[in-house]
């Protein structure tokens, strides 16, 4: 394990072309592997989840080329998987985990195991079990419920499926599965979440509508795509984001940012708190677009102010309310998150993670059953945080640090190595000591 201190900054400047996307990234090696000619992706994420991606594809008997910036994907079609002996490793990936199965279900004859790291093999996968069995699928999982898991391949059907919790990896994976069923499938979420699959599968010429919470996807036999463009990761891009927020004196310009309305509910959030974050965000509506906008945004630091996040905005926002916590100590007053009980299911359990990892750090933090409640000090002393093995962790507390008056070790820093493995090196080309 790598310990990493991360002294106290002056302030912040310059600016930085944020990584790729990892959730786009995941969607393009998943949709070239199951698209029958060659799909060239410009722009992929060179990290350990989304390189799990592509071990995985290829398994299934994808092949991968490189050619120069882009990777070309040889995809194997709808439903020309290659049964595989040796279980699919999904590392530490949720997301691979749970999409891939959507296209395996439709493998009419053949079965595929599916395991991956500890952090993994927490984390449940009765969510994508229960739509995908009701397609006509099987699925056995350890404990009715956790990794490893098979997925035995039917003829599906299509469904009505109302989904329980807002997922955007549910939801991605009923719609991937759908593609491989007779018919119309329609997937109903109870808020919106991250709406990159659709985006993606409308580009491939699929007929996917939306109206309201309900996507319609209708089945094919094909999937005809070119090229995919994956923009700059709005998650990764929050991390230095907020650290200019909070070192005073700071202005950063983050180049290439993905700002899809249903990625940029963080953005939304530190506007409320009062945060001078300047660029162009995507408005919503009910049109699914074919491609992603991109945006530069300007970041200066100032006042903050608390916020209470309610549950509608929890799956615009979801990887970054470690970030809305550690804002909420520098902020005048109380920043309060409602409805995010889902945190507790990423790859490490982030109520508790960042309530005790803040709380180390010297915030005043309370987990409550679905968020929690950060009473602004003005400031933090710092200390040791320990990542649990999860990137977002080891990102917030290395953010922590430059903004603390002590500076922060950062116990398993490698951990940022599944989303941004630049990070480091990005945060120091923007540091001046203090
Ligand atoms: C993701 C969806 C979110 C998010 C995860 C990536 C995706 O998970 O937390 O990091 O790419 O679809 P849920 O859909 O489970 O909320």
């Known amino acids: 394990m790598t310990t990493v201190r991360v002294d106290p900054a002056a302030h912040l400047s310059g600016e930085l072309t944020t990584p790729a996307d990892k959730s786009l990234s995941h969607r393009a090696a998943i949709l070239g592997a199951m698209a029958s000619g060659p799909v060239r992706v410009r722009g992929y994420l060179d990290a350990a989840d989304t390189n799990s991606t592509l071990a995985a594809v290829q398994q299934l008997g994808a092949r991968i080329e490189r050619d120069g910036d882009a990777l070309v994907i040889r995809g194997v079609g709808l439903r020309g998987a290659a049964a595989s002996e040796e279980p699919i490793d999904v590392g530490n990936a949720g997301t691979l985990m749970r999409l891939l199965p959507g296209w395996l279900a439709a493998q009419d004859g053949r079965s595929f195991t599916l395991d991956g790291d ?35 391949g039917a003829r599906l059907w299509a469904v009505t499926y109302e989904m329980p919790v807002a997922s955007a990896q549910v939801k991605s994976c009923v719609l991937l599965a759908a593609l491989g069923a007779d018919g119309e499938t329609t997937v109903s979420e109870p808020a919106p979440s991250r709406d990159h ?30 090229e995919l463009v994956v923009p700059g990761d709005p998650s990764s891009a929050a991390f230095p984001l907020a650290a200019a927020l909070i070192v005073p004196g700071s202005r950063v310009v983050l180049r290439g ?8 509910g963080f953005v939304r959030i530190v506007q409320r708190m009062g945060g001078d974050v300047r660029g162009k965000l995507e408005e919503p509506g009910d049109e699914i677009a074919t491609s992603e906008p991109i945006a530069d945004l300007e970041v200066v630091a100032g006042a903050l102010q608390g916020t209470v996040v309610e549950p509608a905005e929890v799956p615009l ?17 109380e920043t309060v998150v409602r409805g995010a009980q889902e945190l507790r299911l990423k790859e490490s359990d982030r109520i508790a993670s960042v309530v005790d990892g803040l709380g180390g750090l010297g915030a005043s933090i309370e987990a409550t059953d679905d968020g929690f409640v950060v009473t602004g000090t003005g400031g933090l002393r710092g200390g040791t945080i320990k990542t649990h093995g999860d990137h977002r962790l080891a990102m917030l507390g290395a953010v922590a640090g430059l903004a603390s008056r002590e500076g922060v070790e950062v116990d398993g820093m490698e951990a940022a190595e599944v989303s941004y493995p630049r990070f480091e090196t990005d945060l120091q080309s923007l540091f001046t000591s203090r």
């Open 118 to 152: 500890a952090s993994i093999r927490r984390r449940p996968v009765d969510r994508i079990a229960e739509p995908l069995r009701r397609m006509g699928a099987g699925v056995e999982a350890t404990d009715g419920r956790l990794p490893p898991f098979t997925v035995s």
């Open 257 to 264: 940012v993905g700002v899809n309305w249903t990625r940029s």
């Open 197 to 226: 699959t659709e985006r993606m599968l409308a580009a491939a010429g699929v007929d996917v509508r939306r109206e309201g919470r309900h996507i319609t996807v209708r089945g094919v036999e094909e999937l005809a795509l070119d």
């Open 317 to 333: 926002a979801i990887d970054e309310l470690p970030l809305v916590a550690l804002l909420g100590c520098f902020a005048e007053g």
